[in-house]
């Protein structure tokens, strides 16, 4: 089975992933009131920020001749960049929309484990090889659905 994914790919998603979600944590915080909401949102906008630039880096360090053997695929490629644009529009469309927390934090979690579900299903696509970089990734994204779920407990929602 030839791969249909280079790393340097998923690495670039997940550089647009940390923008978007670096953008919504960073308007939740200023909308939300409760001190404790405002902090742990601030606090998951700068993690964000600083998955995006351990991203940045590591393309540096990649190449596309990483994962030899793959070949383009324009309906992949097609899908990711709708993908990036529809979350981008739907992220800004509905930070306005976010004066209820409760769908606040829900809408991020859901996020959150969309962004899971992604990346565990190009682990099918990818090289062996690149599987650990695409499991630190996954590891990330679990540590923000425990903040939201921890955070909406302690909101009582």
Request: aromatic fraction near 10%; charged fraction near 30%; glycine fraction near 2%.
């Amino acid at each position: 089975m030839s791969k249909i994914f280079y790393l340097s790919e998923i690495i670039n998603f997940a550089i647009e992933r940390e923008k978007e979600a670096y953008t919504l944590y960073t308007k939740l915080s200023e909308i939300t009131d409760p001190p404790k909401a405002k902090q742990i949102f601030s606090l998951l906008a700068k993690e964000e920020l600083h998955h995006q630039n351990y991203y940045e880096k590591f393309l540096e360090e990649i190449s596309k001749e990483q994962t030899p053997g793959v070949s383009q695929n324009q309906e992949y490629q097609a899908y990711i960049q709708e993908l990036i644009a529809d979350q981008r529009k739907y992220s800004q469309d509905l930070v306005l929309l976010l004066e209820d927390r409760s769908k606040a934090i829900k809408y991020a979690i859901a996020r959150e484990k969309d962004s899971i579900l992604f990346y565990v299903g190009l682990k099918n696509y990818v090289s062996p090889d690149n599987h650990s970089s695409l499991d630190m990734i996954i590891k990330t994204e679990e540590k923000h659905i425990t903040k939201l779920v921890e955070l909406k407990s302690f909101l009582n929602l």
